[in-house]
């Protein structure tokens, strides 16, 4: 549908401007009239001409905490019985950010002409995850918007504190690596040329290690740029590929398969299966729209395919545990409390749980992450300075040893 620029006037003979999608004129007045708005002046635009992409919104980023914030107020001004484009309206003037500000009023805006709260998200995929979206449609439907609100609030709080708490594990080992990357750059660059120049002048045969340490030397400094332009290159590239269905099919499958990290990525999945699941079925929600709505919110592919195989399975009469029993990410534990709880019919008690339990043990998972990595990043910097330290010092001692026999 056309887009339409209109000047309008409201009850009270002020000046109203903005844009409206309409099949034509006469539907745009039509829906500035159930506004309450008088038309003016109405010009057609295309959608390229709506707005003008601005390169200021295109690279600044909405924070987080304001997505949080968004979410805990307007659940608590929609809860208290505020209409829901007074609330947002009122949120729009709080809002610091002055990207999210504009992003709140274009969705007010929105609102106001017509579309649903969710197709207003929708527009804004960079701010609002897809989850987000989705989980709004449904609280609409279901007219839960307010109990909606409040769990994404502590969904999204969730998820930035194990954020938070991963960063915070991984800044040791993060400084050990750069460590390590600056030593070998100054080691390959100013001090294996000089010790390779001092065995040169000896005319002996060097050890395997140290010819080894040399070529590698010899490479890193004649041919850096190569090596610089091939590694953005190849990032490039995987970033490329990982952004096609079948590359982040293959990206997701290696995260749960990476030593130490894949287990904790797969507690975080489950926690949010279980988490989002529940809060949508204890909604009211029917269970395959719930699971529906559950495989585009784990943010894996691998899960996300199994959970929608889940669904069908369900779909053609299943009960939820049994496809369930036969994926290999879904633990037995899960497996037996979702049995429990279709058995008693506390299904959305018993996702609760889970979601406890796997919320528990990403927290310990994290806490001994540092602990955990210790070890490896000593074992790497040991084999490293083995290596370094037999390239450097076997040809001293031949050297010493042909010193004495002269």
Same mark, same amino acid.
């Given at each position: 549908m056309p887009f339409f620029r209109?000047?309008?006037?409201?009850?009270?003979?002020?000046?109203?401007?903005?844009?409206?999608?309409?099949?034509?004129?006469?539907? +745009?007045?039509?829906? =500035? /009239?159930?506004?309450? !708005?008088?038309?003016? &002046?109405?010009?057609?635009?295309?959608?390229?001409?709506?707005?003008?992409?601005?390169?200021?919104?295109?690279?600044?980023?909405?924070?987080?905490?304001?997505?949080?914030?968004?979410?805990?107020?307007?659940?608590?001004l929609f809860g208290a019985g505020v209409p829901l484009t007074r609330a947002i309206f009122s949120l729009e003037r709080q809002a610091t950010s002055p990207v999210f500000t504009n992003i709140i009023k274009t969705m007010r805006e929105d609102i106001e002409a017509g579309s649903?709260?969710?197709?207003?998200?929708?527009?804004h995929p960079k701010v609002f995850p897809e989850l987000y979206?989705?989980?709004?449609?449904?609280?609409?439907?279901?007219?839960? +918007?307010?109990?909606? =609100? /409040?769990?994404?609030? !502590?969904?999204?709080? &969730?998820n930035a504190e194990n954020k938070a708490k991963v960063k915070s594990a991984t800044l040791y080992p993060k400084i050990v690596i750069a460590a390590i990357i600056v030593a070998v750059i100054v080691l390959m660059t100013f001090v294996v040329p000089k010790f390779a120049k001092l065995y040169a002048s000896f005319k002996v045969e060097l050890p395997l290690p140290t010819r080894m340490l040399i070529a590698i030397s010899n490479g890193f400094v004649s041919y850096w740029y190569i090596l610089f332009g091939?590694?953005?290159?190849?990032?490039?590239?995987?970033?490329?590929?990982?952004?096609?269905?079948?590359g982040r099919l293959r990206w997701d499958s290696i995260r749960l398969r990476i030593p130490i990290f894949g287990p904790l990525v797969l507690k975080a999945i489950l926690s949010r299966f279980a988490r989002v699941l529940g809060s949508l079925y204890k909604s009211g929600l029917p269970i395959l729209q719930s699971l529906d709505i559950v495989s585009r919110a784990?943010?894996?592919?691998?899960?996300?395919?199994?959970?929608?195989?889940?669904?069908?399975?369900?779909?053609?009469?299943?009960?939820?545990?049994?496809?369930?029993?036969?994926?290999?990410?879904?633990?037995?534990?899960?497996?037996?409390?979702?049995?429990?709880g279709e058995d008693t019919g506390n299904l959305d008690d018993m996702l609760e749980k889970v979601a406890e339990y796997y919320d528990q043990e990403v927290d310990t998972t994290i806490r001994n992450l540092t602990t955990?990595?210790?070890?490896?990043?000593?074992a790497f910097i040991f084999g490293m300075v083995l290596f370094l330290a037999l390239a450097i010092f076997l040809p001293m001692w031949d050297i010493l040893k042909i010193v004495r026999v002269k």
């Open positions: 209109y000047r309008a006037r409201d009850k009270r003979g002020g000046l109203v401007t903005g844009d409206m999608e309409a099949t034509d004129h006469a539907s +745009l007045e039509s829906a =500035l /009239d159930k506004m309450g !708005l008088i038309p003016v &002046k109405v010009v057609s635009r295309t959608k390229a001409q709506k707005k003008l992409p601005d390169l200021k919104s295109l690279f600044a980023r909405v924070p987080q905490q304001d997505l949080i914030l968004f979410s805990r107020q307007l659940a608590t649903s709260f969710a197709n207003a998200i929708k527009k979206a989705s989980m709004i449609e449904a609280g609409e439907a279901g007219g839960i +918007l307010d109990n909606v =609100l /409040d769990r994404l609030a !502590l969904m999204l709080e &969730k091939g590694a953005i290159a190849v990032f490039f590239l995987l970033r490329l590929y990982v952004s096609t269905e079948q784990v943010e894996n592919r691998v899960l996300s395919m199994e959970v929608k195989k889940i669904e069908d399975e369900v779909r053609s009469g299943k009960s939820l545990s049994e496809p369930m029993a036969a994926s290999p990410n879904f633990p037995p534990m899960v497996v037996q409390m979702i049995t429990v955990t990595l210790e070890p490896v990043l000593l």
